[in-house]
């Protein structure tokens, strides 16, 4: 092998060396920046873990405390009607008229079933907005995820309510 072709296979092999150690640093480099991803990851889970488990007493208290005072399911006419009196009379004590309400597909959630209501009230703003928080206290287990508020186009010192309405019911054990 003369001295030109002996240079040319030498900077042949570094060329080679030199990008598999270029290929090889990349790969690695990647591949710590994933392995840091992971263990930052994991280190938040532990947090969140001794965290819930610290807290663990609580979720127990809150547990046993729906248990207890959360109405159970019976049969579906009962809850639906006693939900409609229960929104019906706490309408009319705040002076909120209901000129539609219609019954609508419950929602179930593991171990809850709801009552459900679409609703339209109508009423002055104030009484309404007490109205609304009367109905959502923790203990009467109703939620309202959709409501739209517009101003009465009739009578400008009202408000026209739309909504769904929910009472959520424990289900018995199976």
Request: aromatic fraction near 8%.
């Amino acid at each position: 092998m003369t001295a030109s072709e002996q240079r040319l296979a030498l900077g042949l092999g570094a060329v080679i060396v030199l990008g598999g150690a270029f290929i090889g640093l990349t790969k690695l480099k990647s591949w710590k920046q994933r392995v840091d991803a992971r263990s930052i990851e994991v280190q938040t889970r532990r947090m969140e873990a001794d965290d819930l488990l610290a807290q663990k007493d609580f979720w127990q208290q809150r547990s046993s405390w729906l248990t207890e005072t959360q109405p159970e399911f019976t049969r579906r006419g009962e809850i639906d009607t006693s939900f409609l009196e229960q929104i019906e009379s706490s309408a009319t004590s705040h002076d909120i008229k209901l000129p539609q309400i219609q019954p609508i597909e419950p929602a179930e959630r593991a171990g809850l079933i709801s009552s459900s209501f679409t609703i339209e009230a109508r009423g002055d703003w104030e009484a309404m907005n007490r109205w609304l928080h009367d109905l959502q206290k923790p203990d009467a287990y109703i939620s309202i995820p959709i409501l739209t508020m517009v101003p009465n186009e009739e009578d400008t010192s009202q408000v026209v309510v739309k909504m769904n309405i929910q009472k959520w019911f424990r289900l018995p054990p199976s």
